[in-house]
């Protein structure tokens, strides 16, 4: 063979090399995420997409299920005692961590203990009750609480109530997590892959017929469908509005939303520091004639394709606490003029920061555009999403564009934002009735008596309107037809339970 | 030669004490706060406070700045603030994929735009010159995101030729370093091709109007010969200074390129370390960028000895 006609043979080779070979294997799944997780330790991490890995890799005591109710999972059963300060759960016999410890009451309180005392960890307020655990026996753990905690279950149910071997705390936990899920950790590579194998002694195996699970992360929407199209996918989170068309278009996909959580809204200074001194912060009717101007219906079609769900509600439609007698107001521009008038400010203009992001620009141009017609002129102002929470907390803000990313229980929707002096209260708004009604929420379990105080507390917020709700956002997922079994939850996660790759 | 290299050494040290001077500067002067990102949407203030004093934040400006470089001297980069994973490591894992890219990003670019800029200098004025000028304009004007994202549609989602994304190492796993490299080399390789092509033609014309050119083609040597043996050889000094440059940009600069196919290299680690205010990685990751920018300048020097006879002395 001669030279030339040994090198087009390597082209050839190469060529087909390159263009061959499609990576697909049979029972084997590809998320691809939004964001790339941070702390792979569930009592460090803050993420959303790190919940989602958590998910598959850790069992937590308690689960929500779609209808936002509490359900087993670790703790088969639990109580409360009469007076709302004992809790005492069951916990499941024969239960293993990933490195083949048993699962008992200690550990449960060893994970427990250590979400409480340990310095980064980020769950101390969720446990804020627990005045101390202990585990009587292997299969019975008894939280005693400082005050009544309706919220505590819920926060059980995601990363406060996570497990970890207690065999891994003393070497850093987030490199390597040692939990007692679905699946275990193989490896990391960050800002590129998270990838998980299938416990075999998992207590509920059966469900899992995915054997590995490989998160990549993928940051622009654009380039995620693209991979989940040509097949280095199977499934990805929040699909981009604007990409809900094109993946409805494709024969091989699935489309998949469900209206989640939180909401989205327009926090209002009220009373932090000077630039609260303005038409805006000081007349509840120039907010109210703000909120009138507005079309909800508009905004979910114009930005979302239709997808949210436009509410002036704090809790999401799956929530018992999604009030129907709070219905969501239509666009009256000639009232929200006469209330303009009213307040003796027929012409006002303020600044709304807004995140820089395309889909967070669009939506403050269309509430710039309703509100200019009634006479509000909203001057946006694009502000860093890292910047916006520091600005907001030192007052320096007029109002912000801002979203919730929402709680399973009602307290953690409004508790902190609404009472006074609460964490994110940076409207620093303050009723004396709506911290009774919130606060006395918070230690009662009854749902139908809860529902009277956050209608109560609801029925005020709604008039003095220190954020305007717009709409409360979806989850959308696009699936690879191949797969089969996946059940949306309003909290955005991914359960494996049930998902099979055909 | 080799004083030349101590000098460089030794001028580094001031260089690079200021670059991370400047950057720390930088970075705090940014609006923003990395606790913030951590506490979450939260925001706990006792978390906050906690936090604050556990990485050293309430301190004064100068004094972290000296904490952090008496740490660097000891060879200790610091963790991640969001991740908690050393900056050597994310470091380690970053650069070879991006040294992987760039050098193909290279190979491609003096493929296309060498052999382009000499053509289009050899036959100046002619169709053929007219052509690599537009394709190199073409190459250009081309937002690299935009070519990227256009290439996925069609040869990984139309076509199925290609994976969309992803990364192997060529010591690893070669086809599929291949198969995933090609594409994005091909997208930042095109745009410097284009500067390659441009430079080239330049060098080649200025070479080809010498006088000693005028005698080798009177003495009747082939036209090959000319253009290759005597102007391309000294046409190829600045081009070299020029590749290893464009080498030394790539590694930062390859970012947009990185996001569109998701590979996870050295310039998207910056990115992510600036938006999250991860000060320790954008610290770490810029005092490499300085020494490597550094050593390839020192490099490129030594080439052009190397290329260059008269400079030997």
Known sequence: MSAKHGRTAFAALLLAAVLGAAPAIAADLRIGLQEDPDMLDPHEARTFVGRIVFNALCDKLVDSNDKLEIVPRIATSWNFSADGKTLTMKIREGVKFHDGTTLDAAAVKANIDRARTLATSLRKSELGSVAKVEAPDPTTVVFTLNAPDAPLLAQLSDRAGMLLSPASFDKPVAPNPVCSGPYKFVERVQNDRIVLTRFKDYYDADKYTVDNVTFRIIPDSTVRLANLRSGQLDMIERLAPSDIKAAKADPKLNVVSIAGLGYQGITINLGNGERAKTPLGMDKRVRQAFSLSLDRD??????????????????????????????????????????????????????????????????????????????????????????????????????????????????????????????????????AEVDKALNTARGVYDVAERQKLYAAAEKITREELPIIYLFHRAWTWAIDKKVTGFEPNPDGMIRLAGVKVN | MWSLILNRILVAVPTLLLVTLFVFALQRLLPGDPLLTMAGEERDPAVLEHLRHLYGFDRPLPVQFVIWLREVAAGNFGASLRTGEPVLKLIGQTLPVTVQLATASILIAMLIGIPMGVLSAVRKGSWVDYLANIISLTGLSIPHFWLGIILILVVSVELQWLPASGYASVFDDPVRA?????????????????????????????????????????????????????????????????????????????????????????????????????????????????IAFIGLNLFADVLYILTNPRMRS
Not at chain 1, 361 to 386: H, P
Not at chain 2, 199 to 225: C, F, N, Q, W
């Open chain 1, 298 to 431: 508009a905004i979910n079609q114009v930005v979302f394709e239709g997808v949210m769900a436009p509410s002036a509600q704090p809790f999401p439609p799956a929530s018992p606490y999604h009030d129907k007698n709070f219905p969501t107001p239509k666009r009256d521009v000639a009232k929200a003029k006469e209330l303009l008038k009213a307040a003796g400010a027929e012409k006002v203009s303020f600044e709304m920061l807004v995140a820089n992001s395309t889909q967070e620009q669009q939506l403050a141009q269309v509430i710039q555009a309703m509100a200019s017609e009634v006479g509000i002129d909203v001057k946006i102002k694009s502000t860093e999403f890292a910047t916006i929470f520091k600005v907001q907390m030192a007052g320096d803000f007029q109002s912000t564009l801002l979203q919730w990313s929402g709680r399973v229980d009602p307290d953690g929707n409004v508790h902190q934002f609404m009472t006074t002096g609460g964490s994110v209260n940076d409207p620093k708004f303050s009723n």
């Open chain 2, 178 to 290: 291949l198969q995933t490299t090609i594409m994005p080399a091909f997208v930042l390789g095109s745009g410097l091709a284009a500067t390659l092509m441009r430079h080239t033609r330049s060098a080649m014309l200025e070479v080809l109007g010498l006088d000693y050119i005028r005698t080798a083609r009177a003495k009747g040597l082939l036209p090959r010969a000319v253009i290759l043996k005597h102007a391309f050889r000294n046409a190829l000094v600045p081009i070299v200074t020029l590749s290893t440059l464009l080498f030394g940009q790539l590694l930062a600069g390859a970012v947009l390129t990185e996001q569109v196919f998701t590979i996870p290299g050295f310039g998207k680690l910056i990115v992510d370390a600036v938006f999250n205010r991860d000060y320790g990685v954008v610290q770490g990751v810029v005092l490499c960028t300085a």
